[in-house]
């Protein structure tokens, strides 16, 4: 069964540091997206993605935050300037179609942890 | 979107079968009702997804009632590796994907 993968799966990085989290979305799949968890609260949508540009964004994606499909495959989620509050985890998912039809896989997450 | 509504615990235990019902009372008329099953430190795994009456699986149930202001997940024969916490989700169905999560229903299995 075809999976969305994630590198690393652990990331420590010190305040104020950018980090780059990885992604490489099921092959087919047109649609991407990124969510975050603070351990113990909600999944929480950050951005969508597709045909090369952002589709929605939520208020908590602000101007730290970025992303990009480099290439035919990887998906990337950069934090600028890293905040304590940053540290949660990373999930990243995608998606053949959007709407109500489509299944979301998502992946099995980033840990970041900032100091 | 619907506000949705679900216990935020329950217990069972193996081999029994599990209901957790989900009201979302404004649901529209285009919204789907879409359950995912989120395991301690991994991504939300989807389950199940219904506009109406009965939707069935090789994982799980969903049935709607009529007024589709209610749904209700069925987990047949539960056993310890279905602890995990279940999140009911109504889906607009002409949006880009975004999914809402809320707190979900942590079920907790026991032997």
């Known amino acids: 069964e075809p999976e969305v993968t994630q590198t690393p799966s652990h990331q420590v990085t010190q305040m104020g540091q950018e980090v780059i989290l990885r992604c490489v979305p099921i092959s087919n799949h047109l649609y991407f997206y990124w969510y975050r968890q603070i351990l113990g609260q909600k999944v929480e949508f950050l951005v969508s993605?597709?045909?090369?540009?952002?589709?929605?964004k939520s208020e908590i994606f602000d101007d730290q935050f970025s992303v990009e499909r480099p290439d035919g495959s990887n998906f990337t989620l950069k934090i600028r300037s890293t905040k304590l509050e940053d540290s949660a985890m990373y999930f990243c998912a995608s998606s053949r179609t959007s709407g109500s039809g489509n299944e979301q896989f998502f992946g099995p997450g980033t840990r970041l942890t900032v100091l | 979107l619907a506000k949705t509504t679900q216990p935020i615990s329950m217990d069972s235990y193996e081999g029994q079968e599990v209901n957790i019902t989900c009201s979302h009372n404004?649901?529209?008329?285009?919204?789907?009702i879409t359950w995912y099953q989120q395991f301690p430190s991994q991504g939300p795994r989807f389950i199940i997804q219904?506009?109406?009456t009965k939707v069935t699986n090789e994982v799980a149930s969903l049935f709607i009632p009529a007024d589709r202001k209610s749904s209700t997940l069925s987990l047949p024969r539960v056993s310890l590796s279905d602890t995990a916490v279940y999140y009911c989700?109504?889906?607009?169905?002409?949006?880009?994907?975004?999914?809402?999560f809320g707190r979900g229903t942590q079920l907790t299995v026991w032997p």
């Open positions: 993605f597709y045909n090369n540009e952002i589709s929605e």
């Open positions: 989700l109504v889906r607009r169905g002409s949006t880009l994907g975004r999914l809402y």
């Open positions: 219904g506009y109406k």
């Open positions: 404004n649901i529209a008329t285009n919204d789907y």
